[in-house]
């Protein structure tokens, strides 16, 4: 039987963390809660969701990945930004879901017959910048964080300034996929989002790593998109799935820290730097 890890964060908000290295965070108010993101989809997550909540739910998806929207499809109420669709669709392929068993962090509890079915598209709901889920004081704000996928999104408590990042920053954002922006427009998106929560963040929770970034994480990922575009990088070759590129700063081996000490970093590819090179290509 897969089993999640589950931890309270605050008093609000319940954490848990899958055999996949995924993070997913149940947010109560006082009449209603979400749920961020709900992992690849093996084992139940609705059974350790539904021991620890007894509210009206609804499910809040940062993107379509199959690490973050696969057990979706034990839940009702669901949304996702339209814009996924594709990715989505892509991600729902078995044996492409089956190969997360090779890097699960407990492979032996984890098994082909925990895999649950994929969710159905037309059965989600849109969800946009802007969207506001009122729990009961506490409200949570949908932002565009375009990158990691064209159609990210990342949330806002707003009362309690706790910002829900999924894979759109992080000290490895990964911006390698077919589906991904360009290192360029990932920069730009997050000059604009650093704008949108300016004095409103004290607090960032990511889908990944070690669960929890500094708020300082949005400007140094944004500079190291700066030195990628400026080619001052490592430039340290890097494969996963076949996707090929490279990271900008060299990392501790096992480990997403940099050797240099510093915050942020980025895993890109040289074909998708610019918006121009998409444009003529």
Known sequence: MVQFDVRPITGHITEFLGRFHERMYLVQGQERAVLIDTGCGFGSLKAEVDSCNHLP????????????????????????????KETFL??????????????????????????????????????REGDLF????????????????????????REHRILFSGDGVSNASFLLGEESATVEEYREGLIRLKGLLQGRVDRI?????????????IDAVIRVCEQVLAGDTDRIPYELRGYRGFTAKARIPHSLRRVDGGLGNLIYREDKLWRSQLEFS
């Open 205 to 217: 929770l990511e889908g990944h790593g070690s669960g929890e970034l500094p708020v300082e994480i």
């Open 90 to 127: 892509r991600h729902t392929d078995r044996d492409y879901r089956l190969w997360g068993l090779k890097i699960s962090r407990d492979a032996a509890l984890v098994t082909p017959k925990d895999l649950l079915p994929p969710p159905d598209w037309e059965g989600f709901h849109p969800l």
């Open 134 to 157: 009122d729990l009961g004081g506490t409200t949570i704000e949908a932002l565009a964080c375009p990158g990691h996928t064209r159609g990210h999104l990342v949330f806002l408590d």
């Open 57 to 84: 739910l609804t499910v809040l998806l940062t993107h379509g990945h199959q690490d973050h929207a696969m057990g979706a499809v034990e839940f009702d109420n669901v949304y996702l930004n339209p814009t996924e």
